[in-house]
């Protein structure tokens, strides 16, 4: 029995209620004019421009000139793009006699501008860390690079400073960042072990900052945070300082390192305010930023490294961003945690003994309340958290530095003096003497210990990085390439078979089918579902091809 179907409210009102309402509504808008007469017409504020007494002043002026000067370009030619695609448009439609194999080829043309536009936007972001990466380098007198404390030779990359060495009179300077998360004793060590190879500063960034672009409101004086002091400032200063008198111009300082060793903080620290972006996730710094500290000295700030995949599941766990990087948190955490001393995790974390990275993880996430529905353990979620801990700025571990001194291939005897020469060395070490008193390090009992697997591959050519694509994208690419076979071969005749049947395997094949099928196995393994978004797009792609012969018939 069907229910019957309810009436729904009528609108209708008395005369009286609606003449009532278009009063109140007139004495409302009555209302607002006299107000808006009252305030009067704000004259809009002008720009007052660059002060006289601003640094910079005409360099500025300079790029908000071409900044212009590309933005009227870029519109002049997006607006001829545009009348081109409409007087394509307009031929079209004036030319309805024209025969259906011309209107196929237009229809192609216009599919390769936007096959090739929808390439550029889907640029891979690890050739645009190359870029700028390059950029940078080649912009620099002075490249600083920023190592984590915890794991020094782990921050280094040879791929990159072999490109410094290459580039010519180039200095090449190491920063020990995050060194208040190591013992005093393992510093000094670091300290006395790199200072043989490069000039070496030991710093540690200030990462409470205030942000001069947003306006804070402070009730009461609250006690300074121990984040905030910042120490070996004066000392990278006098280092920069000494080498910029002995150069006689204004120097480029060029910032560089793997994700989350500190890039941004260091250059907020220098300029004592929060200008470059900074966070607890990685890989945040996307292209090059110019930063300048004083009239003779100006720094760039630019992207991370790039981790070559052959590198350990160590090296590429602790200095993959995931922005770009697709990592897997379990397979993280379990290289971390068997790089680690188990006894000293044990008490750093207070778990029971384990004899698996799942049993630490199921104790980890009991004694850190992460559930599950159930009340089962979330063991990926305390992967997640032993990652993120690990990777941040604030568990603290060490690595020992190897016994011996042994140059990397990169360097020779020649290339050390020279990149030492400008430098005030003595100052230099005064300075880090002087750091290392200042830096409040942990106990070396209370650290954990943490065996490192020495120097990381980068890559460092955008030719390196086109074969690393992902399987995912590979085949997407096939998918494409099948798709363009297709309707090149197709015929208008065949459309209403295809489109009634587009999934039956017919005796008479198309060609683009047969050329999906003679596709190597191996690119259809990876995802079985490649040949049928293949089949899908083909028949999207015949469809469009029907509508349009159908609309244009003589």
């Given at each position: 029995?069907?229910?019957?179907?309810?009436?729904?409210?009528?609108?209708?009102?008395?005369?009286?209620?609606?003449?009532?309402?278009?009063?109140?509504?007139?004495?409302?808008?009555r209302?607002?004019?006299?107000?808006?007469?009252?305030?009067?017409?704000?004259?809009?504020?002008?720009?007052?421009?660059?002060?006289?007494?601003?640094?910079f002043?005409e360099?500025?002026?300079?790029?908000?000139?071409?900044?212009?000067?590309?933005?009227?370009?870029?519109?002049q030619?997006?607006?001829l793009?545009?009348?081109?695609?409409?007087?394509?448009?307009?031929?079209?439609?004036?030319d309805?006699?024209?025969?259906?194999?011309?209107?196929?080829?237009?229809?192609?043309e216009f599919g390769?501008?936007?096959?090739?536009?929808?390439?550029?936007?889907?640029?891979?972001?690890k050739?645009?860390?190359?870029?700028e990466l390059?950029?940078v380098?080649?912009?620099?007198?002075?490249?600083?690079?920023?190592?984590?404390?915890?794991d020094?030779?782990?921050?280094?990359?040879?791929q990159?400073?072999?490109?410094?060495?290459?580039?010519?009179q180039?200095?090449?300077?190491l920063?020990?960042?995050?060194?208040?998360?190591?013992p005093?004793?393992n510093?000094?060590?670091?300290?006395?072990?790199?200072?043989?190879?490069l000039?070496?500063?030991v710093?540690?960034?200030?990462?409470?900052?205030?942000?001069?672009?947003?306006?804070?409101?402070?009730?009461?004086?609250?006690?300074?945070?121990?984040?905030e002091?910042?120490?070996?400032?004066?000392?990278?200063?006098?280092?920069?300082?000494?080498f910029?008198?002995?150069?006689?111009?204004?120097?480029?300082v060029?910032v560089?390192?793997?994700?989350?060793?500190?890039?941004?903080?260091?250059?907020n620290?220098?300029?004592?305010?929060?200008?470059c972006?900074?966070?607890?996730?990685?890989?945040l710094?996307?292209?090059?930023?110019v930063?300048p500290l004083?009239?003779?000295?100006?720094?760039?700030?630019?992207?991370s490294?790039i981790?070559s995949?052959?590198?350990?599941?160590?090296?590429?766990?602790?200095?993959?961003?995931?922005?770009?990087?697709?990592?897997?948190?379990?397979?993280?955490?379990?290289?971390i945690?068997?790089?680690?001393?188990a006894r000293?995790v044990?008490?750093?974390f207070?778990?029971?003994?384990?004899?698996?990275?799942?049993?630490?993880?199921?104790?980890?996430?009991?004694?850190r309340?992460?559930?599950?529905?159930?009340?089962?353990?979330?063991?990926?979620?305390?992967?997640?958290?032993?990652w993120?801990e690990?990777?941040?700025?604030?568990l603290g571990?060490?690595?020992?530095?190897?016994?011996?001194?042994?140059?990397?291939?990169?360097?020779?005897?020649?290339?050390v003096?020279?990149?030492?020469?400008?430098?005030?060395?003595?100052?230099?070490?005064?300075?880090?003497a002087?750091?290392?008193?200042?830096?409040?390090?942990?106990?070396?009992?209370?650290?954990i210990?943490f065996?490192s697997t020495?120097l990381?591959?980068?890559?460092?050519?955008?030719?390196?990085?086109s074969?690393?694509?992902?399987?995912?994208?590979?085949?997407?690419?096939?998918?494409?390439?099948?798709?363009?076979v297709?309707?090149?071969?197709e015929?208008?005749?065949?459309e209403?078979?295809?489109?009634?049947?587009?999934?039956?395997k017919?005796?008479?094949m198309?060609?683009?089918?047969?050329?999906?099928?003679?596709?190597?196995?191996?690119?259809?393994?990876?995802?079985?579902?490649?040949?049928?978004?293949v089949?899908?797009?083909?028949?999207?792609?015949?469809?469009?091809a029907?509508?349009?012969?159908?609309?244009?018939?003589?």
């Open positions: 029995m069907k229910r019957p179907k309810l009436k729904k409210a009528s609108k209708r009102m008395t005369c009286h209620k609606r003449y009532k309402i278009q009063k109140k509504v007139r004495e409302h808008h209302k607002l004019r006299k107000e808006a007469k009252k305030r009067g017409r704000k004259k809009p504020r002008k720009d007052p421009g660059v002060p006289n007494s601003a640094p002043k360099a500025l002026l300079r790029e908000a000139e071409l900044r212009k000067q590309q933005l009227e370009e870029l519109k030619e997006q607006k793009e545009r009348q081109k695609e409409q007087g394509k448009k307009r031929k079209l439609e004036t309805i006699g024209v025969e259906l194999s011309n209107m196929k080829s237009v229809k192609e390769q501008c936007k096959a090739k536009k929808a390439k550029a936007s889907r640029q891979n972001p050739r645009l860390y190359c870029q390059k950029k380098i080649e912009a620099s007198d002075v490249v600083l690079e920023v190592l984590d404390a915890r020094p030779l782990g921050c280094r990359c040879p990159v400073e072999e490109a410094i060495v290459k580039g010519g180039k200095k090449l300077v920063v020990l960042n995050k060194s208040d998360l190591v005093k004793e510093l000094e060590n670091w300290l006395s072990y790199l200072k043989k190879e000039p070496t500063v710093f540690k960034a200030s990462t409470n900052l205030k942000d001069k672009r947003k306006r804070i409101e402070v009730k009461k004086k609250a006690a300074p945070f121990k984040s002091v910042c120490v070996g400032k004066e000392g990278l200063w006098k280092l920069l300082g000494s910029q008198e002995t150069y006689g111009k204004a120097i480029h060029g560089i390192g793997f994700p989350n060793v500190g890039k941004s903080s260091i250059i620290s220098l300029k004592q305010e929060r200008i972006n900074v966070g607890v996730s990685m890989g710094t996307r292209c090059m930023q930063v004083d009239k003779q000295i100006t720094i760039i700030d630019s992207p490294f981790v995949p052959l590198n350990s599941a160590i090296a590429l766990a602790l200095r993959s961003p995931a922005s770009i990087e697709v990592v897997k948190p379990m397979e993280a955490a379990s290289a945690l068997s790089h680690a001393d000293q044990v008490l750093k207070t778990v029971p003994d384990f004899k698996n990275s799942l049993e630490f993880f199921t104790s980890f996430a009991q004694r309340g992460l559930h599950q529905k159930g009340g089962n353990p979330n063991v990926e979620g305390a992967a997640k958290l032993l993120s690990w990777t941040g700025a604030s571990y060490y690595c020992h530095p190897p016994t011996s001194w042994t140059p990397p291939p990169h360097f020779n005897e020649s290339i003096t020279d990149m030492k020469q400008g430098f005030n060395l003595e100052e230099l070490e005064k300075n880090n002087h750091s290392i008193q200042a830096i409040r390090g942990p106990r070396l009992a209370s650290s210990l065996q020495g990381t591959n980068g890559v460092i050519e955008e030719k390196d990085i074969e690393e694509l992902p399987k995912q994208k590979e085949q997407k690419q096939e998918g494409e390439d099948c798709e363009d297709n309707t090149d071969q015929s208008v005749d065949e209403g078979d295809t489109r009634a049947v587009p999934q039956e017919s005796s008479d198309s060609p683009a089918e047969e050329a999906c099928k003679a596709l190597p196995e191996e690119s259809q393994a990876g995802e079985q579902s490649a040949p049928s978004l089949l899908d797009k083909m028949t999207e792609e015949e469809d469009d029907y509508d349009f012969s159908t609309d244009y018939v003589p």
